[in-house]
């Protein structure tokens, strides 16, 4: 759709003068503290949204706008923007568009408190995958509040069997955490994606054996599909470990008979007993476990992460020597792998196993095989922010190997986590300029808003105000260097999610690990 230049002029004049009623003006940069820093950002975000032609994009930048503002200053200003942003989604043309811009506005009107809305709007997508995610979100919000069946009358009406699957899980979870198992039960026929059928079924059995109905939890799995009764056999014997009967989760163990399954199960199984003074049978068990995978019959590129995962317990229950060593063979052999996605995700995987384990250097060698250069810079950053006394100048050292500035800001950034972590002392100013000095050298333009404004914040955490007034101007700066409204809108938006110190880079927290696992 091509609009009139008067007709573009009136749109943007409209949008200019929208951010003038929502948002009184914020103090001058040069006066500003950085409280209001997320205001001026979100001004700053309207004022280019009200300049966007394009309705599918200026509704989008909209509800990513209304979702912050939401968070930030509560539902009254928030429902403004969605006012609009509906009104603007109204004109987009085609239904699949809109469908997802209606979609995302959804997820504003649930930050702002507003479930009656959110109904309203997705009733209002007439196209299905877009609906089925609005929904999705919706029925979450019940799951969290306690309303299992508005939640699972909602989950009904999704038609893509995977986001149904995923929510009558968490249904049947919820039921069960309640002692509602029949509840639970009555739901599982009703999930027919496999994956989250197997979760079901485990989740609805454990809650049987921790009634003390080990009969009643076998027969649920016997009542499961046969593709999934190692996953329901497997959350009974970690029901019994958890319990104390070992007897029993051994007996449980057995009746799996896929290797992977089997060997994972067989490895908490024995980081349980280390964990409850039996250290000897318990690391035996890991070991063997370990072992019995390596040999199976399976292809290499499908052990290498379960072996990992085994490795992690091994260095649990207190063989770390043992664990760098496994860790060191798996690589080799991932290393060996055809390039590409696959070979990736495995050296991302066991660098994190080695980062977390201590084998720094290791882990950093494993991101130099990784082709993909943003899953390389975020491994280098959290084993860098998962080794003890990581520095400025231990950090760049550890960066020059790759001769990438994206890795040299990441590398920085893990040493602020580290000292965002510890709690007992001001962030480096030296780390911060050096991760400033890195950021300034990456190309890729929309990534450097919210990475300086990371670093503003960490810096007026330092006690430099007027330092961190400077890097936040370069992140309105690189902002405003986007070439279009919506860019310019969205890089806004993401500032204010890199205000909060979470140290955001790559649009990952730095100090938010989520790789959690033991």
């Not at 007897?247 to 994972?264: D, F, R, V, W, Y």
């Not at 770390?320 to 995987?349: H, K």
Request: proline residues 4%; contains cysteine.
């Amino acid at each position: 759709m091509r609009l009139s230049c008067g007709s573009k002029r009136s749109l943007a004049a409209a949008g200019i003068a929208f951010v003038t009623i929502l948002l009184s003006a914020p103090a001058t940069l040069a006066e500003s503290e950085p409280a209001q820093w997320p205001s001026i950002a979100l001004s700053r975000a309207l004022q280019a949204a009200g300049e966007v032609q394009d309705p599918y994009r200026q509704a989008e930048a909209l509800a990513s706008i209304a979702r912050a503002q939401a968070t930030l200053e509560g539902p009254a200003p928030a429902e403004k923007i969605i006012r609009r942003a509906i009104e603007v989604a109204g004109r987009i043309q085609s239904a699949e568009f809109r469908g997802w811009v209606l979609h995302d506005i959804v997820l504003a009107q649930i930050a702002a408190d507003d479930p009656i809305g959110a109904r309203q709007t997705a009733e209002s997508i007439n196209v299905p995958r877009p609906q089925s995610a609005a929904y999705a979100a919706i029925a979450s919000l019940h799951i969290g509040s306690g309303d299992l069946p508005a939640a699972q009358t909602l989950a009904l009406r999704i038609s893509e069997p995977v986001a149904r699957g995923d929510l009558l899980r968490q249904i049947v979870t919820a039921h069960c955490r309640s002692g509602d198992i029949e509840a639970a039960r009555a739901i599982l026929p009703g999930i027919e994606d496999k994956h989250y059928s197997a979760l079901a079924y485990g989740d609805v059995a454990a809650a049987r054996f921790e009634e003390g109905d080990l009969p009643g939890a076998l027969s649920i799995a016997a009542r499961a599909k046969r593709a999934n009764r190692n996953e329901v056999y497997g959350r009974i014997a970690l029901a019994q470990t958890e319990l104390g009967d070992f007897a029993g989760a051994l007996k449980s163990l057995q009746l799996i008979n896929e290797p992977i399954a089997k060997a994972l199960v067989q490895g908490r199984i024995g980081l349980v007993r280390v964990e409850r003074k039996d250290a000897a049978t318990g690391r035996e068990m890991i070991v063997t476990a370990m072992r019995t995978l390596q040999e199976a019959s399976l292809k290499t590129q499908l052990k290498l992460a379960p072996l990992a995962q085994l490795a992690r317990w091994q260095a649990s229950a207190g063989d770390e020597e043992g664990a760098r060593q496994t860790l060191r063979n798996l690589r080799a052999e991932a290393d060996r792998l055809p390039p590409g996605t696959g070979r990736d995700e495995v050296l991302d995987y066991i660098g994190r196993s080695q980062a977390r384990i201590g084998d720094t250097r290791e882990a950093i060698d494993a991101a130099r095989n990784i082709t993909d250069r943003v899953m390389r810079a975020l491994l280098v950053r959290d084993a860098v922010s998962l080794h003890p006394g990581a520095t400025t100048s231990s950090a760049a050292a550890w960066a020059s190997e790759f001769s990438d500035p994206l890795v040299d800001a990441a590398a920085q950034f893990g040493v602020l986590s580290q000292q965002s972590l510890r709690g007992e002392q001001q962030p480096s100013l030296e780390t911060i300029d050096a991760a400033r000095a890195a950021v300034r050298r990456i190309t890729d333009r929309e990534l450097l808003p919210a990475a300086y404004a990371a670093l503003a914040a960490v810096r007026a955490r330092a006690g430099d105000v007027p330092g961190s007034r400077e890097i936040f101007q370069e992140a309105l700066t690189s902002a405003e260097a986007l070439s279009r409204g919506d860019q310019i809108a969205a890089a806004c938006v993401r500032i204010v999610d890199a205000l909060n110190e979470r140290l955001m880079f790559l649009g990952r927290s730095a100090v938010d690990k989520t790789d959690q696992t033991k």
